[in-house]
């Protein structure tokens, strides 16, 4: 199969709606509008696989999207201040019930806005992740939207704040453009043990 030809597989709104894991997994992770979804049909030359919504908070399942050789699984976007407390807390519940189980999660692509610093939330998501040994990538988004002097100086307070880590490699890129996608997807073809695009 190959990446143009993936296709949407399911939704789960609850950890015990998941499927098995039978293929190698994908996931993209992120705040509630920092473009997971512009990110994830670029990434698949497709125009509208994954729905993509102008109101930040309203994709509440873990969707699956079946290339064949792996799933791409999008985790719901966190962080969004006029959610609930009870939906936020069943959001975490099922991205959470998502990482407990036994799953062949071969790279996380944590999507942050270049614009912005990193929010507590996203530093909490990458310790979470350096912690429990799976592999991540910081695709940070919307670089084209920085004229030449705020990208540099946003890319040097990335590289600083991640510093530390230096195996997460940080790939600044734009679902508009399509800066950085090459970049990300070759990451994630190395991921899944596969030298060169389908």
Known sequence: MSIETAFFELSAGRADQLPAS???EIVFSGRSNAGKSSLINRLLSRKSLARTSSAPGKTATINFYNLGFCRFVDLPGYGY???SKSEKLRWAELAEGYFHQTRDIRLVVQLMDLRHAPTQDDLQ???FL???GIPCLIAATKCDKLNKTGRRSQEEMY???FAACPEIV?????AVNGEGADAILERILSACDIAEKQ
């Open 159 to 161: 590289r600083s704040e």
């Open 170 to 174: 940080v790939v600044p890129c734009s």
């Open 130 to 132: 350096t912690d429990s």
């Open 125 to 127: 998501m990458v310790r």
């Open 22 to 24: 039978t293929l190698p």
């Open 81 to 83: 201040a006029k959610v």
